[in-house]
């Protein structure tokens, strides 16, 4: 696809069209468990009995996973929503690269291991410990230091950071033990010095995201970098104490920690060695990267910024080149559907707090930081505030709805998309109530936007991008445990148009029908023929 031209359809749009995305609020068993069914949410009931409506895939192949077994999530449906068509997405890449053994004939792993083999340093691995697939797979960090070993490199330090999130809350004995294991196995049959050097829960070390609370990021690099946390002599020891200090302590929220021997740390970065952080993920990877790679750095007193071959598993930003090296090629994603309204002339916005704001843009398009054309689009974050956010369920959607409807009324756009947090940030805490509550409020900013676009005679699509509220607990052993991670739920589709005279209905072709099916409707919902090559329109014109 080359020529980004939209052709009129014969279909007059009176109003906007508005896209609200409400984040994890997937559709699951009508159960007690699940916080969308118990909310009240009197909006989403109605629309789910109207005509325009139907359920969407919003996981594995039709959001480009390697299986239907995979979890979808925020940043593959909004590439899917924007793209408007399904692209194999980083977990899949990864896969296929090591699979094929491409990501070990790269320039980038041999420069890797070529340095820290000339100069006899270290070669360190940093990221996601458990099988999620959503961030990070620890098959992936196996195959790797497997790979590193056979080429020669005689010591590897690991640095876990803990997930509780994509995987069971408390689940990080588990692939601890799967790694110590591995790492044994590598120094009796290579002589190897493998060990996992430093770590720490997700959502306290390392893994912040747009630039959200960069003490997360300080807390990891004190901690991977200088060698600065409480110290443990495994970590083992680390997660076990710290679960007998809090029993109601997750892996996500554990302090970091380091690994010490004599009473010091073993695997501080120094200068000479090669880092390589094997999150393909790039919103929770981005931000580290800059630390080791940013020259101009402000964001903290890093202290010392060592001299070492950094590489990513993936390309986090094209557009800022970070970083500079990476393992695997990120999807290309082509001609999203914002690069043909912009050609088309319209004028969009695009909104939401800081835990989504790049999902409606950079996510949004293709993987892409910046505007496509600020002299037709208009980007707004609004700050998220810095708390778990089970302790503030509303999060900012009532901020995200007043400013839409202040830019709705303007009368200057052509269409908007928003993302409601809520149900998905919420939704991994593994509160309950929370998550009831964090679903109702978006049901209530959701009926407050319908009025307004109809009152202007516009069109809302309304959707989720995944679920993840839909349920909030898993049993194990007969017993409830609360469940943070994503669902492998359809999510809901309507169509709210208020000057609609029946020229369309729902296409009863699609059974299958996915996330990047709306790209296409949202063009002929606006006026215009569907892009060539575009995943089919949900409509049927009559």
Known sequence: MTALTLTPNGFERKGPVLLIIMDGVGLGKPESGNAVHMAKMPVLDRLMTQPLYRTLRAHGRAVGMPSDEDMGNSEVGHNALGAGRVFDQGATLVQNAIRSGALYEGETWKAAVANVLEKSTTLHFIGLLSDGNVHAHIDHLLSMTEKAAIAGVKTMRVHVLLDGRDVGERSALMYLDQLESHLQGLEATYGVSAKIASGGGRMVTTMDRYNADWTIVERGWKAHVLGDARPFSSAREAVETMYAEDPK???????????TENGQPVGQIQDGDSVVLFNFRGDRALEL?????????????RVRRPDVFFAGMMSYDGDLNLPRHFLVNPPAIDCPVGQYMCAAKLKSFAISETQ?????????????SGYIDPAL????EIPSDKIQFDQAPAMKAHEITAKSIALLQEGNYDFGRINFPNGDMVGHTGVFEAAVTACEVTDQCVGQLIDVVSALNGCVVVLAD?????????????????KTAHTLNPVPCAIVDATYDGAYTLADNLPDAGLANVAATLCELMGFHAPEGYAPSLLRWQ
Do not use: S
């Open 249 to 259: 302590a997750t892996d996500q929220y554990l302090d970091a920690f380091v690994i």
């Open 289 to 301: 990267t800059m630390a080791f790679e940013n020259e101009d750095f402000t964001q903290f007193d």
């Open 356 to 368: 989504k704001y790049g999902h409606v843009t950079y996510f949004w398009n293709g993987n892409n």
């Open 377 to 380: 689009e208009t980007y707004v």
């Open 466 to 482: 995944h679920g993840n509220a839909d349920e909030m607990f898993v049993e194990k052993n007969g017993k409830r445990e609360p």
